[in-house]
């Protein structure tokens, strides 16, 4: 299966790191079911949803019936406004099911690594200053292993890595 990726996640893969700083809005949370639970529950956020679904074959069941596609089409007046319901719809199909949508994503994790993981927004030096106000002085610099999964990749907004718990490794002097 061809992953199609950022211009943002293929320099963090290949520089092997990434970027964040605490001070935007970050709590130190590494919990994959807790970032999951305020992505979907709190933001309404459907991009991790969509791309574990586009990307890797699992939740297919995350998905708008051809009923309401039809009469989504039907009721836009463009393109534009068609991508907006569309949008609509699957953060309320997220919102409505996310117990369950969670559950079938930490399974799939379990069945993939078989060990405790950690989830890990990252993003470039550049987005990380630009995007979050990142400056010299709170900004971590955090490797990102050979066996990093991404289950979203938002460009330079951020990519959400999982890997390995004991694999994590912030960078001192970079």
């Not at 991009?47 to 009923?67: H, K, P, V, W």
């Not at 309320?92 to 559950?103: G, K, M, P, S, W």
Request: negative net charge.
């Amino acid at each position: 299966m061809l992953i199609k990726k950022s211009s943002a996640l293929e320099r963090m893969l290949s520089e092997e790191r990434g970027y964040r700083t605490e001070s935007y809005s970050g709590s130190g949370i590494r919990d994959v079911e807790e970032i999951l639970r305020y992505e979907i529950g709190e933001l309404g956020n459907t991009d991790i949803l969509a791309y574990i679904r586009d990307n890797y074959g699992c939740l297919q069941d995350f998905n708008i019936s051809e009923d309401i596609m039809e009469s989504l089409k039907r009721e836009a007046l463009n393109e534009e406004e068609l991508q907006l319901l569309i949008f609509e719809e699957e953060q309320n199909l997220a919102i409505e099911n996310q117990d369950y949508f969670i559950e079938k994503v930490i399974d799939f994790l379990k069945d993939k690594f078989k060990e405790e993981v950690v989830g890990l927004w990252l993003t470039s030096f550049n987005g990380v200053v630009e995007k979050y106000g990142g400056k010299i002085d709170d900004i971590d610099c955090y490797e990102i292993p050979q066996e990093a999964f991404v289950i979203s990749d938002l460009g330079e907004d951020g990519v959400l890595f999982v890997f390995p718990k004991r694999l994590l490794k912030r960078i001192e002097h970079f």
